[in-house]
């Protein structure tokens, strides 16, 4: 079974930064092998919204929606992505999701959810 954890949310004050984490393991232990992570995410009342991708090859993309105070990166040795999102506004709080596309020998390649992490921008 693979699992993403995601970290790295909390409460920040407008013009701030944070950087998310979103890990990838597999219970048994097992090798895995990210083929693709993003970044989505849900403010309250609102339909989740799309970030950024990237591919284990390095290939970026972003929504054109998203303003260019995200980045987004991947470190496939510790199987994790990151979104760095800088100077936060009010407009950015909501609950940031992580999504992979992964490679693990039992599951064969699998999309798999984290459970989110919250962002709350507020002074």
């Known amino acids: 079974q693979v699992q993403l954890v995601e970290s790295g949310g909390g409460l920040v004050q407008p013009g701030g930064s944070l950087r998310l984490s979103c890990a990838a393991s597999?219970?048994?232990?097992?090798?895995?092998?990210?083929?693709?992570m993003k970044w989505y995410r849900q403010a309250l009342g609102k339909q989740r919204e799309y970030i950024a991708r990237?591919?284990?090859?390095?290939?970026?993309n972003y929504s054109d929606s998203i303003p260019n105070r995200f980045t987004i990166s991947l470190d496939s040795a510790k199987n994790t992505a990151y979104l760095q999102i800088d100077t936060l506004t009010p407009e950015d709080t909501a609950v940031y999701y992580c999504?992979?596309?992964?490679?693990?020998?039992?599951?064969?390649?699998?999309?798999?959810w984290g459970q989110g992490t919250q962002v709350s921008v507020s002074s």
């Open positions: 999504n992979a596309n992964i490679w693990e020998r039992t599951t064969g390649s699998k999309d798999y």
């Open positions: 597999a219970s048994s232990g097992s090798t895995i092998l990210i083929n693709h």
């Open positions: 990237i591919t284990r090859f390095a290939d970026i």
